[in-house]
Structures are given as C-alpha cells and as structure tokens.
C-alpha cells in the first residue's frame, strides 16, 4: 500500500518553543492531507484539513494561530505547534488520502512531550 | 452528525478462536469504510478498505463486511494470533470534506497464547 512517512517520530521540547512535524506522501499526490491528535487511550481527534495551496480547514474548537499548516506541495504538510506548553503534549498523526480510491494511510505518528 | 460506536471496549481471547469486532454508524449516507490496525505507541495501519458498492472485503484471516442500510460493519479475523494483539479502528468515510474520516474509539484486542 501507499505509504506516508511522518518526522519526528518523537520530540521533546520546551514549553513557549515552536516544533515542526512534517508528512510526507511517499509515492502519491495528496491534494489533501490531514492532521489527528490522539489523547491517552482515546480514538483520533481531527484537528484540521490540509488543502495544497490553500488554507487549512480547522475544526471546531482547535486554534489555527497555535497549529500552524502548511502545504505547499502535493507530498508535504507541515504542523507546527507553536508556543507549545505541556497540554499540547499529545500524540500528533497525518494522513494522506490516495486519490485514486479514497483509501486514506497514515504515517507513524509524533509523540510530542512539552516540559 | 456521523458518530461511529465499536463494541466491544476490549476483548481478551485465547490463541486461535475466530473472534468479530463490531462497528455501527448513526447516518447511513457514507461513502466507505475503512477498518485500521494500531500499535501501541504507533501509526495505523490500514487493514481493509470497503467501498459504499461492496458488502464485503477479505484480506487472509481478516473479513469486513459492511451493510450500509443498517448502519454496521463487521470485522471476523479467523484463528488468531498473539501477533493480532492491538487496537482495531473502524473509521468511516464522508463524500464532503475532502473525504474525511470519522473514528469509532476502538477494540483493543488481546490474544492470549
């Protein structure tokens, strides 16, 4: 199957720093990605749609001035938690959805820790 | 709005019962389903994807059917494994919104040799 490949994998930072996690769509065009936060236990949480070359589309209740996204080319989405403090210590997902059938792939998942 | 439930919570099974992970889905409107694998700690893995056409989709041990007009999906895995031994996800597709993906909470499953 399709693969999509995720960076980093895990990531420790301070808090008030900013931290970038890429996605990449391996070997298909993703006009569309999107972007999950996964709490302890729970299912996934869409957090936002990433459009190539537009903007984003947030869901209700995530601040779009905290995660930051861009995608500015059919392989690669970027989310960028910025002013990060220990609540946003989560585990962030991307996925890709092949074009060709709609089945959607996910990368590996980033575990982000905020001190 | 699309909510999707998986029953059970959890499930605990001795090595090589056939066991089903059930999946329903409030409005039947959906444009496919797509069952998923996930480790602990890890990404998902895609498992069976099932157009909003098809009844069912079989991959090896694994069988997911999927009856639109009720509201259900079923995934049977046949003799299992330890390997098995994970969170299985049910998600369905939605035409709008660049095909997005509504998430079930999910089965952990424990196969016990």
């Known amino acids: 199957g399709a693969v999509v490949s995720q960076h980093p994998s895990r990531v420790i930072c301070k808090s008030g720093t900013s931290v970038k996690i890429e996605c990449r769509s391996l070997d298909f065009q993703a006009t569309t990605m999107f972007w999950y936060r996964q709490f302890p236990k729970k299912s996934l949480m869409l957090m936002a749609t990433?459009?190539?070359?537009?903007?984003?589309?947030?869901e209700q209740g995530v601040e779009k001035d905290k995660f930051l996204i861009n995608h500015a080319s059919l392989t690669l989405s970027t989310l960028t938690v910025t002013s990060a403090h220990p609540e946003d210590s989560s585990f962030y997902i991307c996925?890709?959805?092949?074009?060709?059938?709609?089945?959607?792939?996910f990368g590996q998942g980033t575990r982000l820790t905020v001190v | 709005k699309q909510e999707v439930t998986q029953i059970p919570a959890a499930l605990s099974v001795p090595e090589g019962e056939n066991l089903v992970l059930n999946c329903s889905f409030t409005?039947?409107?959906?444009?496919?389903l797509q069952w998923f694998r996930q480790d602990p700690g890890k990404g998902l893995t895609s498992l069976l994807l099932i157009q909003s056409s098809q009844r069912e989709q079989t991959s090896g041990r694994l069988n997911a059917s999927l009856d639109k007009s009720s509201g259900r999906s079923t995934l049977y895995i046949a003799a299992s494994q330890p390997g098995d031994s994970a969170t299985y996800l049910c998600a369905v597709i939605l035409r709008e919104y660049g095909n997005k993906l509504v998430f079930g909470a999910g089965t952990i499953l424990r196969v016990k040799s």
């Open positions: 996925s890709a959805r092949d074009p060709m059938n709609t089945e959607a792939f």
């Open positions: 409005d039947s409107a959906i444009y496919n």
């Open positions: 990433s459009n190539e070359g537009s903007k984003a589309t947030y």
